[in-house]
């Protein structure tokens, strides 16, 4: 039995999560587990699920290799694990080649493929890095936008001096709502 798992981090990724799906159903999926979770998390609910139904023999089918592990060696962990049990693991979308690690060629490039985006993932990972510290050194604020709570010492001495809350909207660029939130003492 083919057994399909599919996988997207977060809960705005429908369409992604479709488009897996779909794949596997024309792949011969008799049953597929899907699910909307972080690849870092440990506990993945669906997967364990899909690990769980397969029986000697049966074939467990993903669209990407990055939808069971984040590193090479997690995802050669896995694969070690399907064949533990006696069971092959197909990957489909790999440049219109479809790798079935029952074979020792395939097992090779999905290793190879593993380590080169687990290395492209070390790189953006370290470009980001690198673009937080610039923005420190800089003096840039990080994180979420301030909210006008943060404005509210300034939205009240602008009212005591004699500005209305249209006005202070304006020059702010803030809704005048928030300034009479603030003005209120909510």
Do not use: H, W
Not at 87 to 99: A, E, K, P, R, W
Not at 169 to 178: D, F, N
Request: charge should be positive; glycine fraction near 10%; include cysteine.
């Amino acid at each position: 039995m083919r057994i399909g798992y599919g996988r997207v981090s977060t809960v705005d990724q429908d369409a992604g999560l479709e488009a897996q799906e779909r794949d596997l159903k024309a792949a011969g999926c008799e049953r597929i587990f899907l699910e909307k979770i972080s690849g870092t998390k440990a506990d993945r609910p669906r997967l364990t699920a899909a690990l769980d139904a397969l029986r000697e023999g049966d074939v467990l089918v993903v669209t990407k290799p990055d939808r069971l592990a984040r590193s090479t060696a997690d995802l050669l962990a896995f694969v070690e694990g399907v064949k533990a049990k006696g069971c092959g693991l197909i990957v489909l979308s790999m440049n219109g080649q479809t790798l079935d690690t029952t074979s020792p060629t395939a097992t090779l490039m999905l290793t190879l493929l593993a380590a080169v985006a687990q290395f492209e993932r070390e790189l953006m990972l370290e470009r980001q890095r690198e673009g937080i510290a610039r923005a420190k050194a800089e003096g840039r604020r990080l994180g979420r936008p301030a909210t006008i709570l943060y404005q509210a010492a300034t939205i009240r001495q602008m009212r005591k001096d004699g500005m209305s809350a249209a006005a202070i909207a304006k020059e702010l660029g803030v809704a005048r709502s928030g300034v009479y939130r603030v003005l209120e003492g909510a």
